[in-house]
Each structure stands twice: as C-alpha cells, then as structure tokens.
C-alpha cells in the first residue's frame, strides 16, 4: 500500500493571496509561520517616492510618474502583440509599452489614474516607457508597488516580486497584531532608544521614510543580537553549573621544569596562554578555550602543557587531529615535548595494527594515565577512556568539530581546548565562537623570518623556476602546491602529475622531485614525505595536503599555482610552511585572476603577513557566510543582523545582556523576566 506522509498543514498556506503553492516556495526561505512570513525582510529596497511631471522626463533616466490614461491599444507587430497606455499629467503626455502580455491591456480603463515606475527609452525620437512597473492610484491607500520606498524581496524560482509584496501588504495588514507581540518594556526601550516592535516590522516592509527605516533596521537587529546575547551568556552559565569537571592543580615547579626542558623561550601570548590553561584546568568548571594562532605560533607545546598537567594529576588526555599524517607528527612532537617527564604518549590512528590497539584499549579502560594521539579512530564505539579529564582538540582551519566532540560527554566532563590556526576576526569571534574562551598567539617565535611573496603573472614564471633552481644548487628545498577542490579532485590530481612530469623534464632534470597527492596511500604518502624531511627530495609537488602539518625548516620557497583558486586565509596557512629556518624564504603565487577581486585577494597578501589582517580582509571580501557552516541547523543565524558590520550594536547588547543577568541574580528585573519569557516563546536555534 502506498501510504502518502501526511501534508504538513503550513500555517500561511491558508493566509489570503498565499495557497499551497506560494507556501511550498515561501519554504525554502525557512518560513513557515504568519511570523516567520513577518521577519521575512526586503533583500533592498528602491527609492519610488520623487514623483516626476511628464515635461521633467529624460531618456535614459529611471523615474516614478502619476498621470491619467488617455487611451489603451494592443497593436499586433510582425512577431508580437504590443500593448500601449498613453497617460498624461498637466505636462504632457508619453505611452508606456509592454511586449507579448496582451492580457495587461484588460489591466487598464482610460480616465484611471495611474503611477509608474521604470526607465525612459528615446525611439524614433519619441520618449517612451518599456514594461514599468505599475499600479493605480488610489486616493485613500498608499501605493506598494510605486510612489514610494518600494522593498525588492529575494526571490526564488517561480515566486514573483508583485505578487510576493501583495503577499507581504495583505499578511502586515492582517496579521502583525495577531502575531507580534512588543516583549521589551517601554522604559528599557526608552533608555535605548528602540521603536516599537511591530512598527518597526511595518517600517522594514513598507517604510515611511528612509530615516524610519534605519530606525526600525536598528531594532530588528537589536533584538536579533540581544536575545543571542541572552542565549549565548545562559548557555555559558548552564555549563558552568551544571558540569563539574576534575581539577588539575599544577605545581609551579612543574611549570618552571616545563619551561626549563624547552629548546626555546615562550614567546608572550604562550605565556599568556599558559597562565590561562593553569587557571582554567585548576577549577572544577570545565574549560572551554580556544586557542587560535597562525601557523607557526607555536601552540603545540601549550597543548603539551594542557597534556602535562592532566597526565601529572593522574588522569588521561587525547588529542583530537584531522588527518593520520598530522596525528603522527603531533604525536611525535609531543612525545619530544613530554619526554623528560616520563609520561606514556600512544597513537591511534586507522594504520594501527590491531594486537597495539587492544592493548591500547585494555589500558585506556583501566585508567592508565596517558596522553592519546588519534585521527577520528579515536571516536570509535570501543575506544573507551576510563579516566579522560582533557579534550584537545587541533581543526587547524576546520571550524564546527568542537560543537560535536563526543569525548565530552562524560562525567565528570573534560575539559576543552581547541586549537585553530584560522585566525578568527575579531568581529566574529564573538559569535562564531561565542561560548569559548579565547588564548590569541599574535606573535610569531622570535627568529621566525618573513616571507617575501610575489603575484607572478605567467610570462614570469619560468624566471622564477629558474630562481628556484638556484636555491635548490645551495641545498636549500621548495614545495610546488596545486589546487584540491573536492569535486574535481581526479583532475586536480592530473595537474600534479602533468606539472611533476614536466618540471621532472624541465628545468629539474637533474633534481629529485617527489609527488603527494590525496589519491596516494597513506605509506605512500609517508615516505615521500620523509624522503622530503630527510632532504633525499628536493622539491615537493603536491595537492594542498601539506597544508595540514609539514615542518621542514630547510624549505625556502613555495610556487602555489593557480592561486586564485585558494581561499585567502588557506594562501596563508600554505605560505606559513616556509620561513621556518635561517635562509630568506620567498612564496610565489601563479595566478591571473579574471575579477577585480580575485586581484585584491592576492594582493592583499603580497602585502601582508598578518593572519588576523588577511582574515578580516578576506571577510570583508567574501562575507561572512562561509563562518556560519559551523551551526549545527545550517540556517542563518540573524535574519538582518551583520555581526561585521553590525559590530558595533553587538558589543552594545552584550553589555547590556551581562548587565541584565548580573542584575537578575540580585533582584527582580522585569526587563530579564520579559526577554526570557520571549525566548521561552521563540527560542533561538543556537
Ligand atoms: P602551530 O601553531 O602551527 O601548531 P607549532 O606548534 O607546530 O606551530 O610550532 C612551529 C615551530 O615553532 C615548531 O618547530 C616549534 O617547536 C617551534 N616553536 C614553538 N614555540 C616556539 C618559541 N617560543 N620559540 C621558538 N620556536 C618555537
Ligand atoms: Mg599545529
């Protein structure tokens, strides 16, 4: 029996001028509800106000005009009907023309006023209207379509303006007392200066004024920041009660002992860092932290610190990496980091042979303190920690993973530190990730060099081969990178293969060159990077996978080819592999970027070495969408509300969420009572 899911009965299907079939469409844009249909805003809107009088009209010019139809005539031409309005003010007289719509002529009555809106075309030396927009004029009622601030709704296929802001007028009219309700008290609107609620609703679709419509923008947004504020803050209390996590007190002399075992000294945001960890891992609170530093920063010996102090207090701690190659190098370097203190450091990967890994299992169940190093292997159903009190977690630029790490769920709950090498723009920190506390690594380590970075367009190119060429004669080494995009990875791939055999041919002839590639195994793979480490290869040809972890210091220079199709902060990271050692290091981008955008971008980083710098560029160039792939429902988190260029409204009702909260614990606040009640009705999707 073919048994038909029931039809959801949407909630505006059966709203005037709507039908199921509107409602479908309307969907797509996540609106379900008369309310969501409310907060469904205007993409932009276009200025229909200034009307014109008929002699004022130029060719070429876009205008909104009022006049009397004089007469109405569909014309049959050669291939198409035409339909012409003629209408007429004190002024003069001009037709307006449609092709192909003869039903429009039914439209129109002589003797009926009528605004328009749309461009003035010259033919035949006679000034004409082709398709405006158009509507009659009605004493009593405002226009929607014309003679006014008209809003341009986003569309999707087989949704139309007209008829979607038809939609939009009926649902204002009919619906915004029933369905929105001013929450805000008047004297905290007062004291922030907000217009009412469901006016400023009315406003965002069919503004008054321009001077209203930023008003009301301000209260839309407002609300959309402070009830996130709201949610984000309750949240971070919620943890805070409602988890305990086991305390690592750290003594000072493991501290001096750590620093003392190092081959360098801290720079000051590790310090920094540092004394965070200790505060943080010291409290029964489970931390939430977030340390973000470019490539390079050194946060690897901080996470030995946070491993350190959990191993040292009897407890074990895992850290979480994205890639087997990456894993194995963390492991390797933290095993190096932790060796004088005797603590056990174990891998876990997908390639570990199966009697290790029982043991490992058997061992991690009975609590043997240890720190664990793994790839996703770690996540497995067997993989069971006995006595896990920190979580590490390294997404190098892959944001989202800490919001799904299964590992905290236990009790008592891990503590969390994230690292991320993208670093986050200040204006989205606060958002995207929100709920963590951040530990910054500005600085790079004293020594690090700067790398000179070149946009070569092609005619250049063999130049700088041929300057590569020369670094490698003196012993020095050089990556070749090549754009991995997941769909055309097969082709991508090719590219590699085609580049290496030429380059192998070429100018590198008498030069060993290897070739990584994400198709490769992962032995395969292993061994052209340590025949890179060990020096035995020259020059590296590979898909972006060195992205993720190489540390070679005796590698000077880095062609990216096809450049332009990297993300800024991705050209970044790459670049951030070279200039580790004593010799100058040079990146070279190949690219010709055909938009004035694509230019700017690499630009931007011939310019700069500054990883929040280029991430806020980025940001400015991109937007701000690529940042929001870290929520869990995928749907967009203001509807309006830019946290970039909203920054300044955010950091306002932050403030004012704290001072709320604050407020609330000593007495009773009818302002926090009225936003919670709110958010009990219609809680955010964080
Ligand atoms: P990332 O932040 O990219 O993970 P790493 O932790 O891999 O950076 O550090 C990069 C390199 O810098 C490593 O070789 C590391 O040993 C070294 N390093 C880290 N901190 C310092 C420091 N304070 N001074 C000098 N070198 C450092
Ligand atoms: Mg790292």
Redesign the pocket.
């Known amino acids: 029996m073919n048994i038909q899911a029931p039809v959801e009965t949407s909630g505006i299907r059966f709203l005037k001028g709507v039908g199921p079939k509107k409602a479908l469409l309307l969907e797509k844009f996540g609106v379900r509800s008369p309310r969501d249909l409310l907060y469904f805003f205007p993409r932009r809107y276009e200025d229909r106000s200034h009307l014109k009088t008929i002699s004022q009209v130029l060719p070429g010019e876009t205008i909104t005009l009022r006049g009397k139809i004089l007469t109405v005539k569909l014309k049959p031409m050669r291939r198409t009907r035409l339909v012409e309005v003629l209408i007429g003010d004190e002024t003069g007289a001009i037709p307006a023309i449609w092709f192909n719509q003869p039903y429009l002529k039914n439209q129109f009555q002589p003797d009926q006023e009528v605004i328009f809106y749309g461009k003035v075309d010259l033919y035949q030396d006679r000034l004409q209207m082709i398709s405006p927009e158009y509507e009659l004029f009605d004493q009593d009622q405002e226009g929607i379509h014309t003679g006014r601030i008209t809003p341009i709704y986003p569309l999707t296929e087989g949704l139309f303006q007209r008829s979607l802001r038809t939609t939009l007028r009926e649902v204002v009219q009919t619906q915004l007392e029933k369905s929105i309700q001013e929450y805000l008290t008047p004297a905290f609107r007062k004291e922030h200066q907000l217009m009412e609620l469901s006016e400023a609703i009315r406003e965002m679709h069919f503004p008054s004024s321009f001077q209203k419509l930023d008003e009301a923008r301000y209260r839309i947004v407002f609300d959309e920041f402070l009830l996130f504020e709201m949610t984000l803050l309750k949240k971070i209390e919620h943890m805070k009660s409602k988890y305990r996590a086991s305390a690592l007190p750290i003594a000072s002399t493991w501290i001096e002992d750590f620093k003392k075992s190092l081959p360098f000294r801290l720079t000051a945001g590790q310090e920094s860092a540092l004394k965070s960890l200790v505060e943080d891992l010291g409290k029964t609170i489970p931390m939430n932290r977030l340390l973000m530093g470019d490539v390079g920063s050194g ?2 010996v901080i996470a030995a610190f946070a491993a350190l102090a959990a191993v040292k207090n009897n407890y074990q701690a895992a850290v979480l990496v994205p890639t087997e190659i990456l894993a194995e190098q963390h492991y390797r370097t933290l095993a190096r980091f932790l060796e004088a203190f005797s603590i056990p450091v174990e891998l876990i990967t997908a390639s570990t042979p199966p009697a290790r890994r029982e043991r490992l299992i058997a061992e991690l169940r009975q609590s043997k303190p240890m720190l664990l190093v793994g790839t996703h292997a770690l996540l497995q159903e067997d993989i069971r920690f006995g006595k896990l009190s920190l979580v590490i977690v ?1 997404e190098q630029h892959k944001f989202g993973v800490h919001q799904r790490c299964q590992l905290l769920n236990m009790n008592p709950r891990p503590h969390q530190l994230v ?1 991320t ?1 993208t670093p986050i723009p200040r204006t989205l920190a606060l958002t995207v990730y929100g709920d963590l506390d951040v530990s910054a690594l500005k600085e790079l380590p004293a020594g690090r060099k700067p790398v000179k970075t070149y946009w070569i367009t092609r005619a250049k190119q063999e130049d700088v081969l041929l300057r590569i060429l020369q670094k490698i004669q003196k012993g020095e080494q050089a990556y070749f990178i090549f754009p991995l995009i997941e769909e055309t990875e097969k082709s991508d791939m090719l590219a590699a293969t085609r580049e290496y055999e030429r380059l192998k041919k070429s100018v590198f002839k008498d030069i060993s060159i290897g070739l990584v590639h994400g198709r490769l195994s992962t032995e395969e793979r292993n061994r052209s990077m340590q025949a890179f480490n060990r020096g035995e290869i020259s020059v590296l040809v590979a898909t972006s996978v060195i992205e993720v ?1 190489v540390d070679n210091p005796n590698t000077t220079a880095i062609v990216i080819e096809n450049a332009e199709r990297f993300g800024l902060s991705q050209l970044h990271q790459m670049r951030g592999r070279i200039g580790r050692g004593v010799n100058p290091s040079e990146c070279f981008l190949f690219g010709e970027p055909k938009t004035e955008e694509g230019k700017k971008r690499l630009r931007i980083l011939t310019k700069s070495q500054d990883g929040f710098l280029i991430a806020e560029e980025d940001l400015k160039l991109r937007g701000a969408g690529d940042f929001w792939g870290t929520r869990q429902s995928g749907e967009p988190l203001f509807h309006i509300a830019n946290p970039v260029l909203d920054y300044e409204i955010l950091l306002k009702t932050r403030k004012i969420a704290l001072d709320l909260i604050h407020r609330s614990a000593r007495e009773s606040s009818p302002e926090w009572r009225a936003i919670q009640n709110h958010l009990e009705q219609f809680p955010l999707r964080y």
């Open positions: 946060k690897t390294d690292m090498a972890g």
